[in-house]
């Protein structure tokens, strides 16, 4: 669906001698050298370096993620590599040592492009909030590409990148995925380790794999998940082969559609796509069946407490002491935070911080982060009381196509309602994936179809995806 | 509305210097933000646990022993100190927090 190479392609280029590895790297880097100034995907690029791959036995097989060229959005540390995170105050700020996914991407000898735009701090929906210009959407440069994680969609959309790692806390990697016309993959919450992950808020946020089709995502997966002794919060479970069991039909499987999602808001191109697969499922042998999710439509308000909340506490270390920005004006201590912290930080994580300071500040944290994580439970119930019921819910990703640059800047809070599919299922902390479903009848632009799943069942989610992106190619 | 007080308060608690017209777009866009965030206040939560993480791990130990990666040498100093934007040594420079009494 998506044009370029696939994993699989490169794969193939290799051991049938097409290429060699610094030559498909080369290839990439010369197109992101012609290209990327169009687009704003990429913060900075990489000279081609020989993997050091570990090669388990002597076979000449040659191993599915060797030299495969990827992008890496850039709230995920690489050693000796800038980390920005879309802001000011890392301006310079030099990776001291390798997150844990990208420890294991290297294990399997991947080879790094660079590092990818996104909204600063991953606060945003559109990659406007990046403090290094927006990155502008492939099939549309007047238009957004989604955020936070903007520039590994585009990269890989515009086939800047074979795949690329983004982050997301309430849909921003599912989200531009939709809007970029790619395939988009949020694990459970606890699959795969936050180490290395400039975090935003702690109890939402994973890593995930963006690609240009489901068998991609499965492959990925599987080389990023995994218990880390260095993420407390990562699940002893074991990691199985996301790709075995991809072409396994789905008779029978019982299907939810939330009434829910279908509310005010959503735009009737995009219902249209998201009918259309929901058929697509039916004619596959599932059974279609109509839910509710009576609390979802108060897990927008709750995730903007929680987030800011937990991110007033995460950025607190950005203090112009022991990393980044510091200001020169700064004659005391307390100036030195309250310079460099003004200074570096743009509107979006400025706006944030306060919000969340003043929910968790004395009198006010049982009215808001504690009210917020209860309703946060009975979201979760309505989640696992439907999930008795069926084995997949779906819907919308996002409630319209890409929107114009500049179209919701003015207004933070119309940006926010762009998240009200993907939020609910980061506050579960259930696995979700974004389909590409076609185009828009009357904007031709990318429609995203969203498949949700229960804790840990990656499995049946990409199955699902994979026979439904079958259907529709 | 939030106060002006409650917006300068806010500012030192999460020390940010905000300007006056930061102040005033603060103002608007938190008092508005708050607004939507008050529909929460429709729903009865009397007797509900709160969620505060959803992977029902409980006690994540690990053994007591140094994990083996970061292995503290002059190369992992210089990688983290040599952040620092002010150092002086193998040691991160701050501006003094006690005040020296005369």
Known sequence: MVNGYSIRDIKDGLQKGHFTAEEIFKKYSEKIRKENKKINAYLSVFDYQKPKLEIRNSTLEIPPLAAVPCAIKDNILLEG??????SKILKNYISSYDAMVIKKLKKRGVA???????????????TENSAYGVTKNPYDPTRVPGGSSGGSAAAVAADLAVFALGSDTGGSIRQPASLCGVVGLKPTYGRVSRHGLIALASSLDQIGPITKNVYDSALVLGAIAGHDIFDSTTVPEVVPD????????????????PKEFFGEGLEDEVNEKVQESISKLKNLGCEIVDISLPHAKYA??????IVPCEAS???????????????KEAKTLLDTYLESRSEGFGAEPKRRIMLGTYALSSGYYDAYYLKAQKIRALIKKDFDDAFKKVDIIVGPTSPSVAFKIGEKASDPLSLYLSDIYTVPINLVGIPALSLPCG??????????????GRPFDEETVLRVSYQLEQAII | MISDKEIKHIAELARIR???????GLKKDLSSILEYIDKLNEVDTTGVEPLYQTTGLIDSFRSDEPRGEFKMDKNL???????????????????????RKK
Do not use: C, W
């Open chain 1, 81 to 86: 590599k800038r980390a920005t995170a879309g």
């Open chain 2, 77 to 99: 100093n210089e990688k983290l100190v040599g952040q620092a934007p002010h150092k002086k040594n193998r040691f991160i420079k701050v501006k003094s927090v006690l005040e």
């Open chain 1, 242 to 257: 996301y790709t075995k069991n991809l072409g396994k039909d789905i008779k029978g499987l019982r299907v939810g559609v």
């Open chain 2, 18 to 24: 905000i300007t006056e017209k930061e102040e005033k």
């Open chain 1, 313 to 327: 506490a995460n950025l607190a270390r950005f203090d112009g002491i022991r990393y980044g920005h510091s200001s």
């Open chain 1, 439 to 452: 185009n828009g009848r009357e904007s031709n632009l990318p429609v995203g179809f969203q498949v949700i």
């Open chain 1, 300 to 305: 927008l308000a709750a995730y903007y407490i």
């Open chain 1, 112 to 126: 790094f492009l660079g590092k990818t735009n996104l909204d600063e701090f991953a606060m945003g929906s559109s």
